[in-house]
């Protein structure tokens, strides 16, 4: 299946961002608007992308292509000034049979698109959840079809910029474009009386402004929480703050430049520790947050890698290791609590290894897989807090007696209903 990119605008409303670059070159949550479509509908099986551009940004668009793995053409509307159907008509000898039409200046999550691809005609949505309602252009539907399309009518559901269109279409633009010297979409779906189908309750939303495009990224980046495995230190602390962060940074930095960071900061936190334990714990909760940055941004500027995620896993590891082994040493335990700080280390170590090592040998969620443990408490932000309060009120030897009980007897409990699943599958 091929997709035609609508990008032919000039995004003048962009102000200094729409100056700088096309509209489709414009970053959102991490990524530009053009690459977001090309990443996801090829995902999703389309094959060849035809982007309608102008001819002040054909350049700058096609050194972005270039720099892409995509199958691409591209077609310059010389006068954009006629309409996104006339951008839509110069498509004509590109694309044959059923093709979809994206405009370029739409965000889209990818459960919209999986069901927006299987529809037919235009695709509304009754909810609109994230756009204003009142700016955005309505549908007045009736018998399943357009009955009429604009921004000032009454409608029943709004247009989501997103078609599944035939090779029929392009006689109603001409038709359109002979009576009146120009052509838009919304003409295009009224004289055709389009199909509609209906995806609602998804996240879309349109690009024409600045404050759109921060909300954009604001609205991508808490759509891009994880479903399962946060405790409830995160869900109720670390993630208001993560993710205040990560609408701030995602356009400047890379989730592995985050990972190393938090690292950073966790290994400053070990070293302060052996000084001041507390102030330590303070810097060792910090990393905590910010260990929910990588993974927010990742998901967010669809950049999720087994490399990235590989990575993160491995320095959280060390910090934990490090952090504990120095806030152990500044106690100057005698020779015999050094068996409880090591299954302290250990049972901490332990607890996040033994449901990663699930992942990695099932190729699943242990979170999904057994929603117990959702609610089993010990988790690494649990812990990590927890680890700052008693540092915070000097009960590191508590602290410590209270992790190497509490950790090991969490991973005894991990190994058991893992058993349990494992034995129930075999009946």
Known sequence: MKAVILAAGHGTRLGKLGREKPKVLVRVAGRELLYRHLYLLSRLGVEEF????????????????????????????????KGNGYSLLLTKDHVEGTFLVVMGDHVYEEAFLEKAIKGKGLIVDREGRFIDHEEATKVSIQGGRAKDIGKAISGNAFDTGFFVLTEEVFRHAAEILEEKGAVEMSEIVKRAGLEVTEVSGYLWMDVDTPAEAKKATRVLVRNALKGTGDGFVSRMINRRLSLWLSERVINHLTPNQVSILSSLVGGVAALLA???????????????????????????????????????????????????????????????????????????????????????????????EIPIMRYMVGKRDERIFLTMV???????????????????????????????KEKGKRG
């Open 50 to 81: 035809v982007i309608v551009v102008n001819s002040n940004t054909q350049q700058q668009v096609q050194e972005f292509l270039q720099g892409q793995n995509y199958r691409w053409s591209l077609v310059v509307n010389e006068a954009p000034e």
């Open 274 to 368: 052996l000084l001041h334990p507390a102030a330590g714990g303070i810097l060792y909760q910090l990393s905590s947050v910010l260990d929910g940055v990588d993974g927010e941004i990742a998901r967010a500027s669809l950049r999720t890698s087994p490399f990235g995620g590989w990575m993160d896993s491995l320095l959280d590891r060390g910090v934990d290791f490090l952090f504990l082994l120095a806030l152990g040493y500044s106690l100057a335990p005698p020779a015999a609590f050094w068996g409880v700080i090591a299954a302290a280390i250990f049972g901490s170590v332990m607890v996040s290894y033994s449901t990663e090592r699930y992942r990695a040998a099932f190729l699943k969620d242990i979170y999904r």
């Open 390 to 420: 008693l540092c915070l009120f000097g009960m590191v030897t508590e602290l410590f007696l209270l992790l190497a009980l509490w950790t090991n007897l969490r991973v005894l409990a991990t190994v058991a209903l893992v058993c349990k």
